[in-house]
């Protein structure tokens, strides 16, 4: 056992090592960006009650805001461009069709443009205000680096790039290679997942029809097919009802109880199950499920995923609305 706990701390030390490197080469992104930019009042401050605010009568918005960073970072950077209105931004993409959470951000946006106009950017506003809800649900507090400027360049078909909900593994690595995060930092960014939710149109093969063998994909635990076929999703239910990701009792949780789902058996989408399925990230699934790095990790690619393709210095604008270029 000795030689099994000694190797994680060493990749522990090493993400973490890793992580530091990462911190300082965001290119103008800072610790306290904000500082001073806002007269009397902390910009970090005023994103971070909002949030409380938030979360203390919708614990869902840690999941939307999550889901909101990755599908805005993921697709063309960290630019806000999943924000823009119009009929054929990103936001009318069916990849983001499940999106939720705007209204918050607009909401946030329109307290910090009483108290400084024209400072603070709508790509800044989705990455304090996740790391905040991370933060009060459960998940590990960390630091964020700021100064994002806000993209003016939206089309749906950007979309297009994101993981779908069946994509297979090796085809998710390369994907995420192409972003220059690795299998582990795709992993640990699955680990999101532990707060979402899909719907039972999404599943309804795996359930009943996989592959079209009329029968339920055999990769899922048939005590668990048998419970989400009889409660949540019945043949012929006249709702589309929602699914947990995770355990339900842990549901608005940020914890590694995904992960040990995904090793009973229970994970509900494709890409979910594949995952502890897959030789290439098995052992990762099952390092974050029985070890107590999944936060470190956790914080650790997210951060990573919020450094992607950022604009800073005159690059973009700092929008009035988040909904609208300027």
Avoid at 75 to 92: H, N, Q, R, Y
Avoid at 100 to 108: A, K, L, R
Avoid at 181 to 201: D, I, K, P, R
Wanted: charged residues 20%.
């Amino acid at each position: 056992m000795q030689p099994a706990c000694s190797g994680a701390a060493l990749l522990a030390a090493f993400i973490a090592v890793l992580a530091y490197s990462a911190a300082r080469c965001r290119g103008q992104l800072a610790d306290n960006y904000y500082a001073g930019k806002c007269g009397n009042f902390s910009v970090e401050a005023i994103i971070r009650d909002a949030v409380k605010a938030r979360l203390a009568w919708d614990k869902r918005m840690v999941a939307g805001l999550l889901h909101l960073q990755f599908h805005d970072c993921f697709v063309a950077g960290c630019d806000a461009s999943i924000l823009l209105d119009g009929p054929d931004t990103e936001k009318t993409a069916v990849q983001n069709s499940g999106i939720f959470g705007y209204d918050f951000i607009d909401d946030v946006k329109a307290a910090l443009e009483r108290v400084c106009p024209g400072v603070v950017s709508c790509a800044d506003i989705i990455i304090a205000a996740t790391r905040d809800a991370v933060g009060m649900c459960g998940g590990p507090s960390y630091q964020v680096q700021l100064g994002r400027r806000d993209g003016m360049v939206s089309q749906a078909s950007m979309a297009s790039i994101l993981p779908g909900p069946n994509v297979d593994v090796p085809t998710a690595i390369d994907l995420f290679a192409r972003k220059g995060l690795n299998s582990f930092e795709m992993v640990s960014l699955m680990g999101a997942h532990t707060v979402g939710v899909t719907h039972c149109s999404v599943i309804h093969d795996r359930l009943f029809n996989f592959n079209g063998t009329g029968s339920p994909d055999p990769a899922m635990d048939p005590m668990y097919v048998w419970i989400l076929t009889t409660y949540a999703c019945p043949r012929g239910q006249a709702f589309d009802n929602i699914v947990y990701l995770d355990d339900p009792s842990s549901i608005l949780l940020v914890d590694r109880s995904y992960y040990s789902q995904i090793m009973k058996r229970h994970g509900v989408l494709s890409v979910d199950q594949a995952l502890g399925d897959s030789s290439a990230t098995a052992w990762m699934v099952k390092f974050l499920a029985t070890t107590d790095f999944f936060p470190s990790m956790f914080s650790y690619a997210l951060n990573k995923l919020a450094a992607l393709d950022v604009l800073t210095g005159t690059d973009g604008e700092i929008r009035k609305s988040c909904r609208r270029t300027n």
